[in-house]
Nanobody
Framework: QVQLVESGGGSVQAGGSLRLSCTAS????????MAWFRQAPGKERDWVSA????????YYDDSVKGRFTISQDNTKNTVYLQMNSLTPEDTAVYYC?????????????????WGQGTQVTVSS
């Protein structure tokens, strides 16, 4: 059973930082696309960032580029999303996803594996 488990969400003030973690199990971790999505209440689930495990390429949505950093620790089967300079518009449930055949795919339907989500709330 493939499992993706997120952690690290919470409530912060605008300008603050959080680091999200996603730990994978139940599948071969190497050479996989690992991505972060987010979904605010009443809105669509939007792609945020992605990384290829064991690779060098990273991808970011323009809304977070320069503020968020995706990274990996392959010894722990874990990817991270370091979020700095947070604003209230970053408030959402953040989901870890994997399994896209191409790592710049940005549609949720392209990802067969999902975590349970972790809430990020940014107050002004």
């Amino acid at each position: 059973q493939v499992q993706l488990v997120e952690s690290g969400g919470g409530s912060v003030q605008a300008g603050g930082s959080l680091r999200l973690s996603c730990t994978a199990s139940g599948f071969t971790y190497s050479r996989k696309c690992m991505a972060w999505f987010r979904q605010a209440p009443g809105k669509e689930r939007d792609w945020v960032s992605a990384i290829v495990t064991g690779g060098v390429s990273t991808y970011y949505d323009d809304s977070v580029k320069g503020r968020f950093t995706i990274s990996q620790d392959n010894t722990k089967n874990t990817v991270y999303l370091q979020m700095n300079s947070l604003t209230p518009e970053d408030t959402a449930v953040y989901y870890c996803a994997s399994g896209a055949k191409v790592c710049n795919y940005k549609r949720a339907v392209d990802f067969p594996y999902w975590g349970q989500g972790t809430q990020v709330t940014v107050s002004s």
